[in-house]
């Protein structure tokens, strides 16, 4: 390597830790100061479709075309078989995939039966089917043993040996404080909702190891990746792409009638089955605080009249079974129920919903809103 290599090597070392350490730390940092001085808006932006999700699949796509990338720099330069690194790109585009739901909400399919029933979320994914417990263990194993304890092992020279000659690439130890970051605040949890932040933050972490992977294969005098130029355009990447995979996702779709009048009569009938529930237990039957799909919620909440009541009766009207069976609105998405109160003022509002036509949630944790479909069951404006 000549000196002047090592000189931008040098920069390039510097500008990773920079720029990918900072922008992890900014994006934890921002989503902080929204859920602190911003609740509302906080809760807008970690939902279903926004900008936050699309940076997460943004940065693990991405990340897995920088893998790719460097295997076939790896292959090239006779390092051996990148099977590690294809192995990466690989982890990274199923999580990419899983992230959006393999593009359900996107190309409007209902996903198999067996989805509706054993995924929690009823969505075409296989993370949601596993139990909370692993979803997490998944998750602090991916950050801990790559992103920390890798890069860690490779700086030890015995280790790093045994690390090369079976294959294994290293992320640079320059992304060890970032991982570190997204490791203690997964763990801590701090806030509601931060495993979404932390999971674009993971994303980021990828994208980044992806470019310093390919600079480790670097031909002389090929451009680097991870220097300030390469990690600033990634970084941007990211951010616009998001933004335009959301504003795509979130744009008003053409409604038909016919579905908007099935899913007002059918949110009516779910209403009725609640109140013909209370009647039959005394009380309401949800709980302050409760935000679920309908299909969860019988099964939480022993609400096994729902399955026999009104809405289940639409059947006989042209309702097609599995929506019937799985609570699915006619676009193919879960129908909601929603129990918010305040105990200061006393407020208090139920309503059950549908995503409406744009498949995804407008609504407020106090009010219907955009184009979603619902009643209100217990206060509020009805609709």
């Not at 309702?319 to 929603?338: G, K, N, S």
């Not at 944790?365 to 206060?379: P, S």
Request: glycine residues 8%; aromatic residues 14%.
């Amino acid at each position: 390597m000549s000196p002047r290599d090592k000189l931008e090597g040098g920069r390039s070392d510097r500008s990773l830790a920079i720029i990918a350490n900072g922008t992890i730390a900014a994006l934890l940092l921002v989503f902080w100061a929204l859920q602190a001085y911003s609740p509302l808006r906080y809760y807008a932006a970690v939902q279903e479709d926004g900008a936050l999700e699309w940076a997460t699949f943004c940065g693990f796509f991405l990340g897995c075309c920088a893998f790719l990338a460097a295997a076939r720099r790896q292959a090239q330069s006779g390092a051996g078989i990148p099977w590690f690194t294809v192995g990466v790109a690989l982890f990274c585009f199923m999580v990419a995939m899983e992230e959006i739901y393999w593009g359900q909400r996107i190309l409007g399919y209902r996903p198999p039966s067996y989805f509706l029933e054993n995924n929690f979320q009823q969505e075409f994914n296989i993370h949601n089917i596993l139990s909370s417990q692993l979803r997490e263990l998944g998750v602090e194993g991916a950050i801990f043993l790559y992103g920390i304890l890798l890069p860690v092992c490779s700086l030890v020279p015995a280790l790093q040996k045994t690390i090369r000659r079976v294959g294994i690439v290293a992320p640079s130890p320059l992304l060890v404080p970032a991982f570190v970051l997204m490791l203690v605040f997964y763990v801590w949890y701090p806030w509601r909702y931060l495993a979404e932040v932390v999971e674009a933050m993971l994303g980021f972490g990828f994208l980044f190891a992806g470019l310093s992977t390919m600079d480790l294969f670097r031909a002389e005098g090929r451009e680097r990746y991870a220097s300030a130029a390469g990690s600033l355009v990634a970084v941007s990447a990211v951010a616009a792409l998001a933004l335009m995979s959301a504003a795509f996702s979130q744009r008003p779709r053409d409604a038909r009638p016919g579905d908007i009048k099935a899913a007002l009569l059918e949110t009516k009938m779910l209403k009725k089955d609640l109140l013909d529930l209370e009647a039959e237990e005394g009380e309401l039957q949800t709980s302050c605080g409760l935000h679920d799909r309908i299909f969860n919620f019988v099964w939480d909440y022993d609400a096994e009249l729902l399955e026999r009541g009104s809405f289940a009766g639409l059947v006989k009207r042209g309702l097609p079974q599995e929506r019937a069976d799985f609570f699915i609105d006619p676009w193919d998405t879960a129908y909601w129920v929603r129990d918010r109160c305040d105990e200061q003022t006393g407020d208090q509002v139920v309503f059950v919903y549908s995503f409406g036509p744009n498949r995804r949630r407008d609504s407020s944790q106090w009010r219907l809103q955009g184009d979603d479909v619902g009643v209100y069951v217990l206060g509020g404006p009805e609709r």
